[in-house]
């Protein structure tokens, strides 16, 4: 049996995991204890928890309240080893993967690799934009943002003094209204006092979305309170509108229209983080196609979950949402699933059970939907958003840690994160 990774010699079975997110690690939280060698591998050693990058990337928290070490979360022991190697290929015919440090055996795979910033076919957007996926993502645009003010500041440029910053983020989903939300917060805020020789005010903050509407997964009223709350921030929001190139200074619309434009961040959408070794009918807009099983079709031995999994049911023709809590599901469904394989017993199919869907825009503002019926947004909303976020992060550490910083920057109003580490001139 291939082994480079240093990985013990077993007469188990062998399970690889490849990602330690919220598919991977729900997984391996169900199987931890069945008489198999389940081999963790992740291209980082923290778990991150994606729901509150944009506060990362706006100064709110530090990366550390929100990634958790893989290592810390699965403790390892004789049966469950974990190794940072990233993934390259997937022989299927020889059941082999390739990592950078070489290649490893399975007996069964699960593929738990999530998702990647979705550029729709634009390659060239991707060398100029700012994208909100990984924790290197967020602490870029912290830096690249507040790097921008210090030039200013220095800058004997007038111009530069009176029109400080345009920033623009496309994507009018969650990820798009929470970071717009917070940027203007952060400007009516931070950057006044911070900056008081800018003209903070003339800071232009501009949400894009193609559809013509905002939060298009949730409801119409959803979308038509985050737009308001926005619009109350001094968020310019552009609807039915298109990106079609962005050289760094300029954004062009695919109506031909142009805006200025310091800063993109793209959060228009995402798609599967494949690995090589596909066939083209394995894969489907971008995602592993699995049966109800979350089994990768012809090979009964590799199974993908989460943002990677493209799967359908009844209520979700064109496949379920990519969210942490589908994730989370695949992740203890197949885990149970697993046992019934060791048992001798059928597979149970897997059935999405949605739990509903929030939003912030900032302070006392959130929209919640549970039900079609069930909806409210405002200070209620936003204290929900809260308490759900505050119970999905791991570990009682952290909890405390991004609890702490929510009541300090809700009595103080300030975000203590503005650090640059990288950036300097
Ligand atoms: C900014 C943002 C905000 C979000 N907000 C919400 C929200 O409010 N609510 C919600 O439900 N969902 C939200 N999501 C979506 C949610 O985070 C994902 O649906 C969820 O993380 C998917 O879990 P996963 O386990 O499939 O993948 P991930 O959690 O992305 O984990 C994938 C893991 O695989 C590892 N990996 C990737 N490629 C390789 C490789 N080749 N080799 C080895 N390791 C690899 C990665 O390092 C990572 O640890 C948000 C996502 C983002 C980016």
């Known amino acids: 049996m291939d082994n480079t990774l240093n990985i013990p010699e077993t007469t188990l079975k062998r399970v690889v995991v490849i990602g330690g997110g919220f598919a991977g690690i729900n997984f391996i939280k169900h199987i931890k204890d069945e008489k198999l060698q389940i081999v963790l591998l992740d291209r980082h050693n923290y778990h991150l928890f994606q729901p509150l990058l944009y506060q990362v990337a706006t100064a709110g928290l530090e990366p ?15 049966d469950f080893i974990f190794r940072v190697a990233r993934v390259d290929y997937i022989d299927q015919e020889k059941n082999r993967l390739k990592t950078g440090d070489g290649a490893l055996a399975y007996d069964y795979l699960v593929i738990a690799c999530g998702a990647t910033p979705n550029f729709f076919g634009n390659k060239e957007l991707s060398k100029t934009v700012h994208t909100l996926k990984t924790a290197e993502d967020a602490i870029s645009i912290r ?67 193609a559809l013509d509407r905002l939060l298009p997964a949730m409801s119409g009223y959803s979308g038509r309170i985050s737009k308001k709350y926005l619009k109350k921030l001094g968020v310019e929001v552009k609807l039915g509108k298109m990106v079609n190139s962005y050289d760094g200074e300029t954004i062009e619309f695919k109506d031909e229209t142009t805006q200025n434009c310091d800063m993109l961040i793209w959060a228009a959408g995402v798609k599967g983080n494949l690995i090589n070794g596909f066939t083209d009918d394995q894969i489907e807009k971008g995602q592993l196609l699995v049966d109800e099983f979350n089994r990768v079709a012809v090979y009964e031995n590799v199974f993908a979950i989460g943002d990677i999994a493209f799967q359908k049911d009844k209520n979700y023709e064109k496949g379920l949402p990519m969210l942490a ?31 509903g869907a929030m939003a912030t825009v900032g302070r006392n503002k959130a929209v919640v939907e549970l039900s079609a019926k ?34 300090y920057s809700y009595f103080t109003y300030d975000k203590g994160n503005r650090i640059i580490i990288h950036n300097q001139p």
């Open 325 to 355: 809590q589908v994730a989370i599901q695949q992740g203890n469904h197949l885990g149970k699933n697993f046992t019934n394989i060791i048992n001798g017993n059928p597979l149970e199919p897997f059935r999405f059970k949605n739990k």
């Open 374 to 407: 069930i909806k409210f947004g405002g200070f209620l909303g936003w204290l929900s958003w809260i308490l759900v976020h505050l119970f999905q992060i791991l570990g009682f550490r952290r909890k405390l840690v991004v609890m702490g910083h929510w009541i």
């Open 64 to 78: 550390g309240s929100i990634a958790s070490p893989l290592r810390n979360l699965l403790t390892p022991d004789d």
């Open 143 to 209: 830096e690249y943002f507040f790097s921008h003010f210090e030039k200013a500041a220095r800058s004997t440029d007038k111009e530069k003094h009176e029109k400080p910053l345009e920033v623009t983020i496309v994507g009018g989903g969650p990820t798009g209204v929470e970071v717009a939300g917070a940027i203007a917060e952060l400007k009516r805020n931070i950057l006044v006092k911070d900056y008081p020789t800018l003209n903070v005010d003339s800071i232009r903050i501009t949400l894009v979305e």
